[in-house]
């Protein structure tokens, strides 16, 4: 049954009906659909635009429609337009006359863009729990690792000394960025739309701050045009998402790499590895590859939903139906691909010795041994030009700089002494590094307590 059928007197072509409805994928919020609803009447029957007669009939065949579908007693279904049209109709069947008065001040304009502001925020709650989840991880594999010293790179080239609690602790910063991106779009976001009506809010006499109360908002949107046509909030989690999907891109991009022959920094665990059906010796780091290789359909539903908004008059457009599949897509990607990293990366093997020899053979002591010079009063630039001669002669000999012996430096600069080997060890290398947000095991120990006093301070799904 249509829920407009009056002003009609032909039947819908089918391929119209089947090109126009929504209930194949908005049947996905079928609980908030159900929660708005029964928000509403408690609200009309207080206004007394119903009576307590209805309103009880109607929460009660609501609440048996919820519990139906949530036991699969009850399948989506019926040939119904959109969710919205499938509960009022089933409401009808089971509960008769009452049913019928449950759309009394609302359109389905207020109501989808209530569901799925109901939907998003249940969403990002999740999005954010498991974000959590991964600082956590994340910072386990810190704590591990303050000592295991690796290089760090600049345009893939080995650069300075590093430890893999830096380079992990960069990821850290990313992930509570986006963490807290979300928190912000939530607090934004948090206003009802529902008493907007079609566009123009309605003539009864609805009370919206009770309604929004009861649905857990701050309070009622103040424009009932802007509150059936706003999307922003669909755009800036998608675009949220774009920024996590690209973190954990960059970071798949890190593990392929250190997961080479060549590098060996890492072994990803045979559990999250796949093979080749031709090569027997195959052990391929496919789950990264899809996480990253997914970023590109998160992009996607961002560009699409822009593009879909960008020349649309208010107030609702039938368009905006386009913004669920993607979004949908958008977060069930993102909520995949979050907690198939963390899996992946809490049960890799961190391979130090590899890490550290890595660091030694790629000269990211240089600029250490450049220093040393400089303290002992040699010019920043001759010292530069003295150290470019030694790493020359490392290079010739296939030698790392601490292998030379001190004859060798000597010949080079009459200035190096016994002390130099400790100067450039890469334990010296990386302590001296004491700034905050530095490697060296003072400050990335302080950080490490701050971040650990921010995950038990948050919980991860607090708003
Ligand atoms: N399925 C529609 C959507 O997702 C619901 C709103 C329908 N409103 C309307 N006037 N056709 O946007």
Known sequence: MKLWGGRFTKETNQLVHNFNESLSFDQKFYRQDIQGSIAHVKMLARQGILSREDEEAIINGLSGIL????????????????????????????????????????????????????????????LKELLHQ?????????????????????????????????HVGAYFEMFSRDKSRLHDIWERMNYCPLGSGALAGTTYNLDRAYTAELLGFYGPTLNSMDSVADRDYLLELLSAMSIIAMHLSRFCEEIIIWNTNEYRFVEIDDSYSTGSSIMPQK????????????????????????????????????????????????????????????????????RKDVMERSAKNGFTNATDAADYLVKHGV????????????????????????DMTLEEFQAISPVFQEDIYEAISMKTCVEKRTTIGAPGQEAMKQVIQTYKKMLEEETGNDK
Not at 103 to 108: D, K, L, V, Y
Not at 143 to 156: A, C, Q, S, V
Not at 288 to 311: C, D, F, H, N
Not at 379 to 402: E, S, T
């Open 283 to 350: 052990k391929n780091p496919d789950i990264a590859e899809l996480i990253r290789g997914k970023t590109g359909r998160v992009y996607g539903a961002m560009i699409s939903l822009l593009t879909t908004m960008k020349g649309l008059p208010l107030a609702y457009n039938k368009d905006m139906q386009e913004d669920k599949e993607l979004t949908f897509d958008a977060i069930d990607t993102v909520k995949g691909c979050i907690q198939l990293f963390t899996g992946m990366i809490s049960t890799m093997t961190f």
């Open 67 to 126: 519990d139906d579908i949530q036991e699969g007693r009850l399948a989506i279904g019926s040939g119904a337009e959109d969710i919205h049209s499938f509960v009022e109709e089933t409401l009808t069947q089971r509960i008769g006359e009452a049913g019928k008065r449950l759309h009394t001040g609302r359109s389905r304009n207020d109501q989808v863009a209530l569901d799925m502001k109901l939907y998003t925020r249940d969403q990002i709650l999740e």
């Open 134 to 166: 991964l600082l956590k991880e994340l910072l386990t594999i810190m704590e591990e690792h303050i000592d295991t010293f690796m290089p760090g790179f600049t345009h893939l080239q080995k650069a300075q000394p590093i430890t893999l609690a830096h």
């Open 379 to 402: 010019p920043f630039r001759d010292a530069h030009g003295i150290v470019g001669r030694l790493v020359l002669f490392c290079l010739d000999k296939g030698i790392a700089l601490d």
